[in-house]
């Protein structure tokens, strides 16, 4: 996890996060905030391939319907994650705590049979 200002979006933060991986992926989903070409390139870079649905305003891309839909797995791990209140209200205030509290959410999550 790596957290954002909560003013800003993510998607600076996704080529560090790319680099972090032990392993290059076969795919990279993600949704349409990170559909930038600079991003797919990046993707395209490392030797994975980019499932990444272009935005409305934006030419057609190739982004198989079969693999975005994988994308699920991610938006269901948030939505158990937000079962936790101070993750979904993040009383938290300081970064450090918040990340903490996300962290021992998602371990909690992990060894949940």
């Not at 996060?17 to 795919?27: G, Q, V």
């Not at 409305?56 to 791990?77: F, S, T």
Request: positive net charge; aromatic residues 10%.
């Amino acid at each position: 996890f790596a957290l954002a200002p909560g003013q800003a979006h993510e998607l600076p933060l996704a080529p560090a996060m790319l680099d972090s991986l032990p392993a290059t992926p076969l795919w990279v989903v993600a949704d349409k905030g990170y559909a930038s070409n600079a991003m797919r390139e990046r993707i395209w870079d490392m030797g994975a391939r980019p499932a990444i649905p272009a935005k409305r305003r934006d030419g057609p891309v190739a982004c198989p319907k079969w693999a975005y839909r994988c994308r699920h797995l991610v938006e269901n791990l948030w939505a158990r994650l937000k079962e936790w209140r101070a993750v979904a209200t993040r009383y938290e205030k300081t970064a450090t705590s918040f990340l903490a509290v996300i962290h021992i959410a998602a371990a909690a999550d992990w060894i949940k049979p």
